[in-house]
């Protein structure tokens, strides 16, 4: 039988911590040895630089009129027949673009609905668009679209041309996927069933994180073109079949709220123009606001988090990084220092998405510079002790722990292609890849939550995704929901819509935020 336990490892690493064994993450597992994490395994990348498609540009000296034209293209290598199988829907879409003298290969995840129907003006080819648009430097641009393949209804591949202003002619190709739910799956398995549900406030943008304490749910909402700005919703939770709205809170000009968290009397808001906000809950169904910790500054901060005394807060920005404040008083934070990763003014897209801690040791989701792993014992002075970066790193959020006394982490990735990663960080300077969870590429992780031997993962358009993590290097999925409800419409663009927020705070349910459907409750499994 596995055993939990808050062992002797726990002891020895609290020394000195700095309030750290009341932590969310401090959790020892001990599992018998024949179940030891593992041997390293080869990582292959999220996605390769190739061609998605395989069409070609005729000229690379192209009129306005040209761009806006099929004769562009030289489809020769296509199997255009193929596409008339193709099922008009909202399509998950990577672009891959191609290189120039100042980038190297890269690649964007969107979303786009695409109708398929044969056009007469285009030689009866079932998909062709072309848009104009002007830069903000005030170019003209022209985008263009054609498909090239399918793969079944639901699958199909093209290429992309971008004209702006007097530069050369850009082609990029691209596959997308219809986003359905996974062949076979029901609404949902493992005893994962749906216990309540409440939708956010109106008006009150796109739900994305939700924090539980006091008998509370707080779920935070960020802007939507559709749905206002975001704000603050907060649910009484009396009868977890009935969760029941009692507050709807937004501060004017400041609408982007994408993460929460709480200790004592205290909830922290990670706001995108405000940095912290500071609101007291000791009336817990009417949330007070107290203070932002911006200076006087224009802030970006993305998500944060408490463990023990500390409040740590990353920031989208890059520059700004990892901040940490001391909350002994909760109410009245005081800043202990920061760290901003050197990646940022290199070549990487690289900013402090996400985090979380054990101990005195801090993990940072870096985006394109992977996990980071540092020693923030001392807040003024955090030294990086190593990091891990697979190969198109987009590192988004992670959890750890002490696995039969070994340090595993569960990181997840956000873009095409990115998936659960299991690692062994003994050695923070050499980490290993042991274990690897995977669904289909076209749909990733958003967060996860580590309890005992389950990791909960929110997985978009994929629900609730519960996985037996006994066997740190062979993740077994053992439960799941389907909470994104299918239908043939447009995302608004993005990817990044369904099972969004989650957190397991230990009182017999599981909280997770849906962006279309605001807060669901079901029982832990």
């Known amino acids: 039988m596995v055993k939990w336990t808050y062992g002797v490892v726990a002891t020895l690493m609290c020394v000195g911590s700095l309030g750290a064994c009341n932590s969310r993450d401090y959790e020892v597992v001990e599992v018998p040895v024949d179940l030891s994490p593992g041997a390293p395994i080869q990582d292959a990348a999220d996605w390769a630089p190739e061609p998605l498609a395989a069409c070609s540009l005729r000229s690379t000296v192209l009129t306005a009129e040209d761009c806006e034209s099929m004769d562009a293209f030289d489809l020769s290598g296509c199997d255009l027949a193929s596409l008339n199988g193709l099922a008009s829907g909202s399509f998950n879409v990577r672009v891959l673009e191609a290189a120039t003298a100042a980038l190297p290969v890269s690649q964007y995840f969107t979303n786009l609905y695409f109708y398929f129907e044969p056009d007469p003006a285009h030689g009866g080819h079932p998909y062709f668009r072309t848009s104009t648009f002007t830069l903000p430097d005030g170019r003209p641009s022209i985008l263009t679209e054609v498909g090239c393949a399918a793969q079944g209804p639901d699958r199909l591949t093209g290429c992309e041309l971008r004209c702006t202003g007097a530069d050369a002619p850009l082609l990029s190709t691209f596959e997308g996927a219809r986003v359905r739910r996974r062949p076979g799956e029901a609404e949902s398995s493992g005893g994962l069933t749906l216990l309540g549900e409440a939708a956010i406030g109106e008006r009150m943008g796109i739900p994305v994180d939700v924090y539980v304490t006091k008998g509370h749910a707080y779920v935070v909402s ?189 990181e997840g990735g956000e873009n095409w292609g990115a998936h659960l990663r299991v690692l062994n960080l003994n050695d923070p300077e050499n980490p290993t890849l042991i274990g690897e969870y995977k669904l289909s590429p076209e749909v990733s992780i958003h967060n996860m939550e580590l309890v005992g031997g389950r990791l909960y993962l929110t997985h978009y358009q994929y629900g609730v995704r519960v996985l037996d993590v006994t066997r740190p290097a062979r993740p077994r999925e053992i439960a799941y929901f389907n909470t994104w409800q299918e239908k043939d419409s447009d995302f608004g663009g993005s990817p990044y819509v369904g099972a969004i927020g989650i957190r397991v705070p230990g009182d017999g349910y599981v909280y997770v935020v849906d962006t279309e459907r605001g807060l669901l409750i079901f029982p832990e499994v």
């Open 222 to 410: 960020i802007n939507s073109i559709d749905n206002g700005p975001g704000g603050l919703s907060v649910f009484d939770l009396k009868v977890r079949t009935a969760p029941r709205l009692v507050r709807a809170v937004q501060i004017p000009g400041n609408g982007y709220w994408n993460g929460v968290w709480a200790k004592d009397d205290a909830l922290y808001v990670a706001s995108a123009s405000r940095g912290v906000l500071v609101f007291d809950i000791t009336d817990p169904a009417n949330p007070t606001f107290v203070r932002d910790l911006s200076d006087g500054n224009r802030v970006n901060i993305h998500t944060l988090f408490v463990s023990g005394n500390r409040l740590y807060s990353m920031s989208a920005s890059g520059r700004v990084g990892t901040t940490i404040h001391d909350v002994t008083n909760a109410r009245e934070p005081v800043r202990l220092g920061s760290y901003s990763d050197p990646s940022f003014t290199g070549a990487d897209i690289s900013y402090s998405h996400d985090a979380t801690s054990l101990n005195h040791l801090l993990f940072v989701s870096h985006w394109n510079a992977g996990l980071l792993i540092l020693d923030a014992k001392d807040p003024a002075n955090v030294k990086k002790l190593g990091a891990y970066k697979p190969p198109h790193a987009t590192s988004h959020t992670s959890r750890v722990a002490y696995m039969n006394n070994n340090l595993i982490a569960f």
